[in-house]
């Protein structure tokens, strides 16, 4: 027997014999046609439904409008909508729930318009894990992923990144003073040496920390004793800050919902102003990026923020995935001097943004699969040109570092087990202190347990500077 989802709905019918490329009655398949291809398969419990990813392995962009995807029966099908374009090694995820569910034994079937000539295919007999996918993208064979990476690069397996030790020292030190800070403090940045920025969730708040010794504490200087409550531009709300990264253009932090409004969804990236003497901060710039994000819970939205300098994306042929070539600042008038890097927990997908900072407007420029089922933190080390992403007990604590490739794309290149001295914390941030912070070949590790373990949530560590 097989199954269809139809939303909460399930569908018994007799199996059918399928062949490889569909039913009895062979379609004609295309031939020399430009490189789209299946990707990956989300046939049970995908956001919002069932979906189908293509990717695109030519050197040129394709119109896919019309285009049609079928399941195993020719009569379930999925249009393409006008004036779809795919961008050269680009992807696109398809929401077939709206037209079909896919079923635990099924297919995936793409045609070009008209439905009669066979693009590409893959046939599965139970539901995947995670989802079905080809590894290497576009050219390999389908297999379990690692995560869901819907409309980005696929999490595979093994691949060329197995699992190293962490590189730096295995012991672990606590970082502050005993429940100073107590639960929901989640993202960490350096400012410098001397200077740490943190966020709690709930209530939003934001800190500055300095060392007291061998630890760090917030500054008592400023207003900064109690760290400082965090609302949204017009004075209201409980932004729940879980990111935080200090750039050129200011302190800015990713969140997941207003805690005012626990069960709503609403993934932004807020500015501060943090000179300001005021006792709370109201945000000085907001986006807002539901419209661009996959739906998800409200307690599983942005969790990380990054930023990486324009000179560093040019100087290493990032690609704009946009504009379908090279990256060129010029192109985003007003967006400060480098690109945001948001990491979602529903996916484990980071999504690279030039935010316009005079009037909130955005625009995706490239979409990263960390190779995790989640994100909680960001950050990027200029000394080695890493952006590294890190999980928390989702993954066991694990981090991966990832780096621009030969085709201009940030993708995977390592994943290092937590420390061995670091037991399984609810570490949601992780920072890692500039090179000007070195002694004796080594650089301080900062990571940040949402749980409060043992009455303290700051632990650090170290890198090979």
Not at 15 to 37: H, I, Y
Request: hydrophobic fraction near 35%; charged fraction near 15%.
């Amino acid at each position: 027997m097989r199954t269809y989802r139809r939303g909460k709905v399930r569908l018994t019918l007799a199996a059918l014999s399928v062949a490889a490329v569909g039913l009895s009655g062979a379609p004609a398949v295309a031939q020399d046609l430009p490189g789209v291809r299946i990707n990956e398969v989300e046939s049970n419990g995908g956001t919002p439904g069932d979906w189908v990813e293509l990717t695109n392995t030519g050197s040129a962009d394709v119109d896919v409008s019309g285009w049609v995807v079928k399941d195993n029966d020719s009569s379930h099908v999925f249009t393409i909508k006008a004036n779809t374009s795919l961008a050269a090694g680009g992807y696109l995820a398809l929401d077939v729930e709206s037209a079909f569910g896919l079923g635990s034994a099924d297919s995936a079937r793409l045609y070009q318009p008209g439905g009669k000539t066979l693009v590409d295919s893959y046939s599965w007999t139970a539901h995947a894990t995670t989802t079905y996918g080809r590894c290497a993208d576009g050219t390999g064979a389908f297999t379990t992923t690692t995560a869901s990476t819907k409309g980005a690069a696929n999490a595979c397996p093994g691949g060329t990144n197995p699992r190293s030790a962490w590189p730096g020292d295995a012991a672990i030190a606590v970082a502050d003073g005993s429940n100073v800070f107590g639960t929901n403090l989640s993202g960490l940045s350096f400012a410098s040496p001397t200077v740490v920025w943190a966020v709690k969730n709930g209530p939003g708040t934001l800190y500055r920390l300095v060392p007291s010794g061998s630890t760090w504490r917030p500054d008592t200087a400023g207003g900064w004793s109690s760290g400082k409550v965090l609302h949204y531009g017009n004075g209201s709300g409980d932004p729940d800050a879980e990111g935080v990264v200090v750039t050129p253009d200011g302190v800015f932090a990713s969140t997941e919902r207003d805690n005012d409004k626990s069960g709503t969804s609403r993934p932004e990236i807020l500015r501060f102003d943090a000179s300001s003497s005021a006792s709370s901060l109201n945000a000085t710039a907001e986006w807002n990026l539901t419209a661009d994000l996959p739906s998800v819970e409200a307690n599983s939205g942005l969790e990380g923020v990054s930023w990486v300098p324009d000179s560093f994306l040019t100087a290493h042929g990032f690609r704009d995935e946009h504009t379908g070539a090279a990256y060129d600042p010029a192109t985003y008038a007003g967006h400060g001097t480098g690109l945001y890097f948001a990491g979602l927990e529903a996916n484990g997908t980071v999504y690279a943004y030039a935010l316009d900072q005079t009037g909130g407007g955005y625009t995706r420029v490239a979409t990263i699969a960390s190779g995790f089922p989640a994100v909680m933190d960001l950050e990027f080390e200029p000394a080695t040109g890493h952006l590294w992403a890190a999980c928390d007990n989702t993954c066991q604590g694990r981090t991966t570092t990832l780096d621009i490739n030969s085709q201009g794309r940030f993708a995977a290149t390592a994943v290092y087990d937590r420390p061995s001295g670091m037991p399984d914390y609810n570490n949601e941030g992780f920072a890692i202190a500039p090179q000007a912070a070195c002694t004796a070949g080594h650089k301080q590790v900062l990571w940040s347990d949402d749980d409060n373990d043992g009455g303290h949530a700051l632990r650090s560590g170290t890198l090979p500077c």
